[in-house]
């Protein structure tokens, strides 16, 4: 009986100092002129939730708060807008106090200076930068022939056997960006450089928790192996010949003459590729994958898509590969690619950072509070996207439709990084359905919250379509 009761008081002490607990976190962060919502566990806030539940925890506080409430996750108190209205006023108006506010774990594991935790001048010089590297001109003239090469390579014999598409594309996008930063081919530091990548990857989404074992230690020091990589790379081409010029995006951001006007650090260069890489990595993997799933789950775009492509092999030699002119007239695929990332919803939202208090949507935000632009919903709202569940490529066929959309980013944080990544992933279709048919097998899960992924691998049986 003793011991019954000893038992008893103990949980009754540990159900009182949670409760207490969760009382003052909510008391801490009442202030008049908020937005409605709860704040969760002191330094976790609702941070499991979220990651968990994804949509159904926003579903929930939508239905009990409104499209405008707050909230306490991935380390710091947060206002999570689902209003159209609301979040085109804040990623259209960088300039009234609203900065990227992306969490703590992505900025040290990327870096200070990669481009979106910077503003201002700051961002308008490292945006330059960056532009230089991948604008329409070096896409056509140096950056699209490596990638036809790389597809053609990376895609030969995946027929007559089972694959997991879900770690070919993910191979496919790692691969590709090295080949376009440093001329990397598959070679020893390919290999070490994967191991430490996918590392960083999972730790930019995790608490900053310093701790062994978590995802964010892993993550971070997997940033400083890659960080001296890079330096090894950096200091070989440095001792190379003098006049010996590399035609790739780290020869873009070391060329010290007059055809660069952008003079970056090596930290700066360094925290550049990692962006690149970060950024272009799990659009172009993830979109890739989904589209395949969506193509198999939709024989009539497939047909469309496929004959769009045949078209343009008929009209050359087996050898020659995709010019620019070819991937202008790829229509539907580019429908494909937008249609893809809006119903996977590839990017969930955006986060900014107020840098002083002021007023939004009729509450007062707290400086230094996070606000969280949650564009999931707006990706299906009926009244943009009539039957907004169903994958329909032809909606996108009227181009204007690209500009009244969020889903590569907007204003001054418009995605510099669009035009490459639709090229990529353009070109790897291309050489997927005109040379293979595929039907999926293993049932495989899907999750699309806090990133698209198959936890167990997207398994497809390939067949040579000739």
Excluded at 182 to 201: M, N
Aim: hydrophobic share 40%.
């Amino acid at each position: 009986m003793a011991v019954f009761v000893v038992v008893l008081l103990s949980v009754l002490f540990v159900l009182c100092f949670c409760s207490a607990l969760l009382r003052w976190n909510e008391v801490r962060y009442r202030k008049k002129g908020l937005p409605p919502g709860t704040m969760g566990w002191p330094v976790f806030g609702e941070t499991t939730e979220f990651l968990k539940q994804g949509p159904s925890f926003m579903k929930n506080q939508r239905a009990r708060y409104g499209s405008f409430f707050k909230s306490h996750i991935l380390g710091c108190p947060t206002v999570v807008s689902m209003d159209p209205e609301v979040n085109i006023y804040i990623l259209m108006n960088e300039a009234k106090g609203l900065v990227p506010g992306y969490p703590q774990s992505m900025l040290d594991i990327l870096g200070k200076s990669n481009i979106a935790a910077v503003h201002g001048s700051t961002h308008k010089y490292m945006r330059g930068a960056l532009l230089g590297l991948i604008n329409p001109t070096m896409i056509r003239d140096q950056i699209l022939p490596k990638i036809d090469v790389f597809m053609r390579a990376h895609l030969s014999g995946w027929g007559n056997q089972v694959i997991n598409i879900q770690e070919k594309t993910k191979e496919m996008a790692l691969l590709s960006s090295l080949k376009q930063i440093a001329g990397i081919e598959s070679s020893s530091i390919t290999q070490s450089f994967k191991s430490e990548f996918f590392k960083l990857v999972l730790g930019t989404l995790s608490l900053p928790i310093d701790l062994p074992g978590t995802n964010y230690r892993r993550g971070f020091q997997a940033r400083k192996n890659i960080v001296n990589m890079l330096e090894q790379l950096i200091e070989e081409r440095r001792a190379s010949s003098p006049g010996e010029v590399h035609q790739d995006m780290l020869g873009g951001l070391m060329r010290n003459d007059d055809q660069n006007r952008y003079n970056l650090t090596d930290e700066e260069i360094i925290d550049h590729i990692i962006t690149i890489m970060y950024s272009g990595y799990e659009t172009v993997s993830t979109t890739s994958m989904m589209a395949v799933k969506y193509l198999h789950d939709h024989p009539e775009a497939l047909e469309e898509l496929r004959k769009e492509h045949l078209a343009i092999r008929a009209r050359k030699l087996p050898e020659d590969p995709i010019d620019w002119n070819d991937l202008k007239s790829m229509r539907f695929t580019r429908a494909v690619i937008f249609e893809t990332s809006r119903l996977a919803t590839i990017v969930n939202g955006v986060l900014r950072k107020t840098t002083q208090d002021m007023e939004l949507n009729g509450f007062l935000i707290p400086k230094g509070w996070r606000i969280y632009v949650y564009t999931r919903e707006t990706n299906y709202d009926s009244f943009t996207y009539p039957d907004p569940l169903t994958f329909n490529p032809w909606r996108w066929m009227d181009k204007s439709k690209e500009s009244q959309t969020f889903l590569f980013g907007a204003g001054t944080r418009l995605c510099p990084g669009k035009e490459l990544g639709i090229a990529e992933i353009s070109t790897f279709l291309h050489y997927f359905v005109t040379s293979y048919r595929w039907e999926e097998v293993g049932g495989d899960k899907l999750m699309k919250f806090p990133r698209v992924e198959a936890p167990n691998g997207l398994h497809l049986r390939v067949s040579n379509l000739t």
